[in-house]
């Protein structure tokens, strides 16, 4: 995980902002960065920032949480339902916070401890706690996780965990309507059907390092630099020939140039991998830009299509996103960090791609003005921590 150092520093956020998610203290959608308030957080360094359906998570080098924006099922975890245009200190914390996660309406907190905590909505069982409630504004403890967890991935409406032991578990019934239609007439297997942690089989002889999820579809990256993907291939986002996919699997090194996977990102229904050279791949759904590639015609592979809306796409690399430190993706836009330079591509209907404009970016750009350190998206907004001497004027 990125952190900052002890510096100077600003935090800026740009895109939708209904429910004061940039922090600002407003509720206006911005097309261009702009500072939010960092008087809360005292001076802090900040380790990760993410985002939801409508907020915002900060965690500092400290290990405090900070959050604003959408509240309506609890998920900035404060004990209440109000919406937040401030940052707020989540100070009902007792434990080191080194992760968060944030699906479409909850949030997922991972501590120093190796504990798993979970607030916001629980329509569908995202919270790991069973059926004891529909939401929770408070954080709840996900007792069936016993042992250290050491990765997590929040999708729309469904959780992964990686634990000590090498388990991936799965939660959330998210994915069940599909996975019912596409199984029928099976059963639904219990990862994709289960409101508590459920351990996802397939992956027994490998070790996982690190999961992602999109919005039906899951990833799973082995220490040994293999990728694993499940769910909906609605998009070609599991690059395979069926709709859906119950159990992990294995994406075809021949795919990544035969290299080794050591980052990945996921966005709604898009993939980004990085391998061990620093090259960049995307595939999954295009139409909005959100692959960072020029597409091809499927018929003519050969012929660049000039419509992005009817493609899918298997991967390819996103040569202008090559030795990239840090990839983030929103629900179908991304941010990376390449050398000092902050770039942005895909969907830009709220400003997301912080360029000024409402029209979708087909390829990387740059974000002028802004030496990044830290970067996050939320669905529709976008997050940056950059180095004070580069935000005096924004």
Known sequence: MATTSRQEFCLL??????????????????????????????????????GGGGHSVVVTDDGEAFVCGQNLRGQLGLGHT????????????????TNVACGW???LVLTDSGNLLACG???????????????????????????????????LRHSLAITES????????????????????????????????????????????????????CVCLTEDGDLFLWGSNKHSQLTATEPFLSTPAPLKRSLLGGEKVVEVSSGWTHVIAQTESGRVFTWGRGNYGQLGRPLTNAANPKHRSADHSSQTSMPAE????????????????NLAIVGERLLSWGWNEHGMC?????????????????RP?????????????????????Q
């Open 13 to 50: 956020a740009w895109g939708a902002n209904s429910y004061g998610q940039h922090g600002q203290g407003h509720e206006e959608d911005q097309a261009i960065p702009r500072l939010s308030n960092k008087i809360p957080l005292h001076g802090r360094s900040i380790r990760a920032v993410s």
């Open 318 to 333: 996103a040569k202008a996103l090559f030795g990239a430190t840090q990839i983030a993706c929103g629900s179908e836009h």
């Open 82 to 97: 109000a919406n937040c245009s401030t940052l707020q200190h989540c100070s009902g914390l007792n434990q080191r916070v």
């Open 373 to 393: 350190l830290v970067i996050g998206c939320g669905a529709g907004h976008s997050l940056a921590v950059c180095a004070g001497n580069t935000c005096k004027d």
């Open 166 to 217: 090498g388990h991936v578990y799965q939660w959330g019934t998210g994915l069940r309507s599909l996975a019912k239609r596409a199984l029928s007439p099976d059963p639904v297997p219990s990862h994709l059907n289960s409101k508590v942690p459920s351990l996802v089989p397939g992956l027994d002889l490998k070790v996982p390092h690190a999961v992602t999820a999109g919005s039906a579809h």
């Open 105 to 107: 309406d909850f949030t």
């Open 354 to 370: 912080g360029d000024g404009s409402l029209a979708d970016i087909l390829e990387p750009r740059i974000v002028p003005g802004l």
């Open 121 to 155: 909505s629980n329509v569908f069982g995202q919270l790991g706690v069973g059926q004891m409630t529909s939401h929770s504004a408070q954080l709840l403890l996900i007792e069936s996780l016993k042992e250290r967890v050491l990765s997590i991935a929040a999708g």
